[in-house]
């Protein structure tokens, strides 16, 4: 691993902790106008202060990232299809000098084990790692999960090792029950996804499981931004991921930020 790659690698995983807090704005590529990123620019510029990276589009970059922003940027260069149409008939979408010239610390390629075009999408990968060693710059694999596919430690520990045996460098992945069995079975670092927007409360403690069961990270975005309370989410997520706070003390952080002063018990009242 080159001298670069390894720089880069160390702006998103946080060096003294070894993890990382991703936020992930890079929907629209195929959902279009998301909500909660109508209006993209509005959405980030709050957040951006408190996570250790950012996951976006090329397009989103330029129009809604200030360009004096030091946020290293996980830029995705993989995508070509939308809602309407089969989503595992992806290809690269942008070229490693473009990400050069993004200045982007890493990128991103979705795969599809399983899916109607899964060959497409691990061949895409494969090109992108090439490309990412030739310039020092490395890939995060997406396991993208297809409509049939259950998100359970045997499917999920096939996809990630998969990714691992093509060149990634880092791994996006959901979180499951006997993640370990994932964990255990991937030689690269893993960091969950968020995936659909779920209560606050179960988001932190899905979080708080990851880390305690060997993930390095966390690369959340509905979940952020369309809570109630985005920055007492990203905050919360912060505190659980670089201080190592348990998720009952983060939802307090996610509370106390929305204007909601936490529930105290009688028993500790009466203290």
Known sequence: MS?????????IINQKDGRTLMLAVDHGYFQGPTTGLENARATIEPLIIYADSLMLTRG????????????????????GTSILKEL??????TSMEEAIRLNASAVAVSIFVGGEFEKQTLLNLAKAVDEGERYGIPVLAVTAVGRDMNRDARYLSLACRIAAELGAHMVKTYYCENFTKVVNSCPVPLIIAGGKKIDEEAALRMA???LRDGAKGVDMGRNIFQ??????????LRAIIH???SA???????????GEKPQISAAADAD
């Open 60 to 79: 989103i970059l330029r129009t809604s990232v200030r360009p004096d922003s030091s946020i290293p940027i996980v830029l995705r260069i993989s995508g």
């Open 3 to 11: 001298w670069g790659l390894k720089n880069r690698l160390s702006r």
């Open 243 to 245: 201080s190592d706070i």
């Open 208 to 210: 708080a499981s990851a």
């Open 248 to 258: 009952d003390e983060a939802y307090k952080i996610y509370l106390e930020e929305r």
């Open 88 to 93: 595992s008939n992806e290809e690269l979408t």
């Open 227 to 236: 809570s109630d309370s985005p920055v007492g989410m990203i905050k919360a």
